[in-house]
T-cell receptor
């Protein structure tokens, strides 16, 4: 149980393109989903916390207008990287949590490469 | 601000050895601590979750301990196997607030030599 699916797993696109990444909880409802970013040889860094039906809470230094998060249902959150540039190339990974007393379950991540 | 440090950054040992991975955190006011495994280019697999009130958790050949007051956790792997080769991440959850994601260390890259 507790499976989180992330799509796509890998995307390459040109600079200036907007890219949408989906995170789905397949067998549970997630009131909260989290988006992390991992640069090579660095730790995972929390970007934002997404609560169903409300605005996402962004970590300091993360541009909310560049990284649009939508959590429209209890099983789906999306992250859109708008007007992506090479410096946005990274490994993006989401997690979902059934409730505040449960651990987070992670997706397999999305490797984003901006040319 | 919570900071998580993992030592060593990399470790290579022969198959069969027992080994210990270390994790330290600066703020002892944690909700829980979790150990993950990450294979190259993949997501995270949760190994063990220790609540702040607990001292240790065990799963198979893995044992994780937590000393919250000193800000330390260890992951003990018994009788290591080549399939244990991966990056091991330690993460803590700080209580309270709506934005309570995990704070991760940089990980220990483990290689088990056949």
């Amino acid at each position: 149980g507790a499976v989180v699916s992330q799509h796509p797993s890998w995307v390459i696109c040109k600079s200036g393109t907007s890219v949408k990444i989906e995170c789905r909880s397949l067998d549970f409802q997630a009131t909260t989903m989290f988006w992390y970013r991992q640069f090579p040889k660095q730790s995972l860094m929390l970007m934002a916390t997404s609560n169903e039906g409300s605005k996402a809470t962004y970590e300091q230094g993360v541009e909310k207008d560049k990284f649009l998060i939508n959590h429209a249902s209890l099983t789906l959150s999306t992250l859109t990287v708008t007007s992506a540039h090479p410096e946005d190339s990274s490994f993006y990974i989401c997690s979902a949590r059934p409730d505040s007393n449960q651990p987070q379950h992670f997706g397999d991540g999305t490797r984003l490469s901006i040319l | 601000k919570q900071e998580v440090t993992q030592i060593p950054a990399a470790l290579s040992v022969p198959e069969g050895e027992n080994l210990v991975l270390n994790c330290s955190f600066t703020d002892s006011a944690i909700y829980n601590l979790q150990w993950f495994r990450q294979d190259p280019g993949k997501g995270l697999t949760s190994l063990l979750l220790i609540q702040s009130s607990q001292r240790e958790q065990t799963s198979g050949r893995l044992n994780a301990s937590l000393d919250k007051s000193s800000g330390r956790s260890t992951l003990y792997i018994a009788a290591s196997q080549p399939g244990d080769s991966a990056t091991y991440l330690c993460a803590v959850r700080v209580p309270g607030g709506g934005a309570d994601g995990l704070t991760f260390g940089k990980g220990t890259h483990l290689i088990i030599q056949p």
